[in-house]
């Protein structure tokens, strides 16, 4: 079986705290993707990587970042984080080489991030 | 820009088939529609994919009509354990800078009743 994991569950964070949501996988897949989840809008994209330092922006980067020094591990980095980055953040993995999002993704059970 | 819309909500009873139509416009002409599952507190999962016409697992099936302008998931005989939220996840090219969006439907709420 597949496992995601996202290093909290919760998470509370002051206004302007640099906040690093760390998510691995466990069976060697060579793309993983951070999402957000808000209501009413569904899950966007905000960055994805398909290999070892490479990374690909989303459809809404702005105020993130991402690392991904190590294959089962990909970082999410809120430099300063505010309190429009309230969200719930879901991590996921692909098997396929250079995938895409489309193709079939194994997601973690997610992080619900408040910023005070 | 391509833009997706699901029902808000559907309710059920058990054993019944229920189709969830996702409705999406300029989508990419060569990619996958993928449709997702997800249970309160959890991540979505993988239900089913499709390019075209209908492809059936033992899960699902998925209906996509030849303009590609919307896809329907069917999930024969519904139980209590099929209620969730489902979403769609299709592809817009944005040909002005050569890349894609993806793009998540809004999403939805399936209740299945006893």
């Known amino acids: 079986d597949v496992k995601v994991t996202q290093s909290s569950r919760y998470l509370v964070k002051r206004t302007g705290e640099k906040v690093f949501l760390e998510c691995v996988q466990d069976?060697?897949?060579?793309?993983m993707f951070w999402y957000r989840q808000d209501p009413g809008l569904g899950l966007r994209l905000i960055y994805f990587?398909?290999?070892?330092?490479?990374?690909e922006k989303g459809d809404i980067p702005e105020g993130y970042s991402v690392s991904r020094e190590k294959k089962e591990r990909f970082s999410l980095i809120l430099e300063s984080a505010s309190t429009n980055q309230t969200s719930m953040y879901l991590c996921a993995s692909s098997s396929l080489a250079g995938g895409s999002p489309l193709d079939e993704q194994y997601f973690g059970p997610g992080t619900r991030l408040t910023v005070t | 820009l391509a833009k997706t819309t699901q029902p808000i909500s559907m309710d059920s009873y058990e054993g019944q088939e229920v189709n969830i139509t996702c409705s999406h416009n300029n989508i990419a002409t060569n990619d996958y529609i993928t449709w997702y599952q997800q249970f309160p507190s959890q991540g979505p999962r993988f239900i089913i994919q499709g390019y075209k016409t209908k492809v059936t697992n033992e899960v699902a099936s998925l209906f996509i009509p030849a303009d590609r302008k919307s896809s329907t998931l069917s999930l024969p005989r519904v139980s209590l354990s099929d209620t969730a939220v489902y979403y769609c996840l299709v592809g817009d090219p944005l040909t002005t800078s050569g890349t894609y969006k993806y793009i998540f439907g809004t999403g939805t709420r399936l209740k299945v009743l006893a």
């Open positions: 069976m060697d897949h060579e793309n």
């Open positions: 990587s398909y290999d070892v330092k490479m990374k």
